[in-house]
Structure formats: C-alpha cells, structure tokens
C-alpha cells in the first residue's frame, strides 16, 4: 500500500541543538544519518505561511500517485525549513527536504549554520523555483526602505530557516546590526498576524514569487509594501553571498505597480543518499519534473527539468537524480 500523509511540527529543537547532533552524528559515522535504505519517506517543508509546506503537500501526493514502489509512503512534515531539513537528513529523521540551495552548500562545506557539522549523505534531486527576499510591511508605518528599520520590530525568521541567516546578511549589509532593531523569531504565518495587529513593523521572507500568503495579507490589510533593496549595499549582498540580484515585476501581485530589487535563492528538494535508493530517487526525480504541471501552486510555472542543476554548487547530485538527468541528455 502505499500513502501520503502530512504532519505538523511536533515540539521541534533549536539550531545549535541540531547542528551540534549532526557534528556528533559526523564524528561517529563519517557524516552519514542513521538508517538503511526505506520506503517510509519524511519530506521536511517549511512552516505553514509559506510556499514550502503547501508544495511538499502536494508533491507527497504525487510521489504517491505516481511512483510504483511497493509500501511507498511520504509524509510532509511541517519543519523550521532549510537548515532544520538538512539536518534532520544528516541525522537520518528525513530522508527528503526543500531547502535554499546556499544552506544546502554550507551544509557539505561544513560552512556557515553548519560550521563543523559537515553534511555527508545528501544529495540533490532538483531545483525547484527562484525564491526572493521580500520586506513586507504596511503603508500605514510609512517605512519606505531598510534603513527604517531601525528601531523598528522585524520578522527574521524561524530558528532552523535559510530565511533567519538571510535576513541577517541583508540587514548587515545596510548596517542593522543585532541590537539596531528588535527580532521575532517566528515565520510569516505568525508575523502576518503581528504585522496586521500593530505587534510587528515588518516581515523578512525569503519566499517564491509569488507568494500567496502575501496576496492574502494584502487582500486583509489593503495596503502592504514591498522594501526595495538597493545602492551599494545590494552590490555587496550579491557579492558576498550565494544570493543573485532579482528583480520581483510589476504585477506580481495586486498591489506592485512597480518592479522591486532585490536577491534571490534557489529552493531546490535534496534526498538522503543513504536511505533513499538509486531506484527511488530515479523515480522521485522523475515525478518531480515530469508531474509539475499537476501541482496547483504558481510556482509550477517555474520548475523545469532543463534548469534542474541550477545552484546545484559542491551539492552532489543523488545517484538517481543523476541517472535521471543523465537520460534526458542535460549532464556532460
């Protein structure tokens, strides 16, 4: 039989917590999780605001309706995103994960969130869709750009996201450091609420354009603003990080008459090389692409199989997605 199933978060553990468990898990077995090949998979998302969990929802559905494995199950399992599925992969609780491709390159360099914790047994499926940094706030606090945040109240993100250390880096860039403003440590689903309550100022989101959930704030509110990011300061971003400059068009959403600058990631889904086979992750791959158009989020417009190793960085492929790829003529 096989089934797909979604899950909530459960109590969830700090970053420091899990990277410390996966640095642990590295020094006992070569940086490999846990486990032996199964068929029993457990999709890491994101939290419920953003695009992650709706798309790892239904992409669970289509491996499942798609894929003839027998006693195929996947699970979509609300997670902090990016760093949090990455190592939870390392230490064997997922055996799939969307996250940011530049997470995804600190976690096999050993870099960055993942400083001595070095990720061994994950490898890449596929990219997925561009993701860009938005500032959202609401006309009614009259911030225009990012140095208003100063003083202000700001939604970086979850412990355990790409969005968190994203956040960090632009505001530094402007020079917010810790302390010129004060943090919330929570997703958008959370900041929407604070940001239409008066308890936020604004929300830094490292989200899929377009994102729903900001169509919906505006839909209530009325009146939400994009920030731009520009000058020098955006120069340095691009430079001094994995993120490229992009640019959000006008229309992108119901109130954007203009477009926004700004940088952009690339959410990409990676498989544990150690409990998924080089079978399933042929077929998992192939699904990917192949059944995207089945998937009711925007996004869909935007995954394709020829841009599948976009951002792929020192990320190795995994064996199936590389037999895959292989057959459709797209590696050298």
């Known amino acids: 039989m096989r089934t797909a199933t979604r899950s909530g978060r459960g109590g969830g553990l700090a970053v420091t917590a899990m990277v410390a468990a996966v640095a642990m898990t590295a020094a006992c077995s070569g940086g490999g999780g846990g486990g032996g090949v199964t068929t029993d998979l457990q999709l890491g998302t994101g939290s419920t605001g953003g695009v992650y969990y709706p798309l790892g929802q239904e992409y669970a559905s289509i491996f499942v309706d798609t894929i003839e494995v027998e006693g195929l ?3 979509a399992v609300e997670t902090g995103a990016s760093v949090e599925n990455l190592a939870k992969i390392a230490r064997g609780e997922l055996q799939l994960g969307i996250a940011q491709h530049n997470t995804a390159q600190n976690a096999v360099t050993g870099s960055g969130e993942f400083e001595g914790a070095k990720v061994e047994n994950v490898g890449l499926l596929g990219k997925l869709y561009p993701e860009a940094a938005q500032i959202i706030t609401l006309e009614s606090t009259g911030i225009d750009s990012v140095d208003d945040l100063r003083g202000k109240t700001v939604a970086i993100g979850p412990p355990g996201g790409g969005t968190r250390e994203a956040a960090e880096q632009i505001l530094a860039a402007y020079g917010l450091e810790e302390g010129s403003y004060t943090a919330l440590e929570e997703g958008f ?5 604070k940001l239409q309550d008066g308890n936020a100022d604004a929300s830094i989101e490292v989200l899929g354009v377009p994102a729903a959930s900001l169509q919906e704030l505006h839909a209530t509110t009325g ?9 020098p300061e955006l120069d340095t971003i691009a430079e001094n990080s994995d993120f490229e400059k992009y640019e959000i ?16 990631v690339f959410a990409s889904l990676y498989a544990s090389t150690t409990q998924v086979s080089e079978e399933l992750g042929y077929e998992l791959t192939k699904a990917l692409y192949e059944h995207a158009d089945d998937l009711t989020l925007a996004q869909k417009e935007l995954i ?9 960085g020192d990320v190795p492929l995994h064996p199936g997605a590389r037999k895959y790829l292989a057959e459709q003529g797209l590696l050298d």
Do not use: I, M, R
Not at 223 to 230: A, I, N, R
């Open 304 to 312: 394709t199989v020829e841009e599948a190793t976009v951002g792929q």
């Open 249 to 264: 068009p006008a229309g992108t959403y119901d109130f954007l008459d203009e477009p926004v600058p700004t940088v952009s």
């Open 189 to 193: 689903a959370d900041a929407k609420t």
């Open 223 to 231: 009146g939400v603003t994009l920030v731009p990011l520009g000058g």
């Open 73 to 75: 199950n996947v699970t």
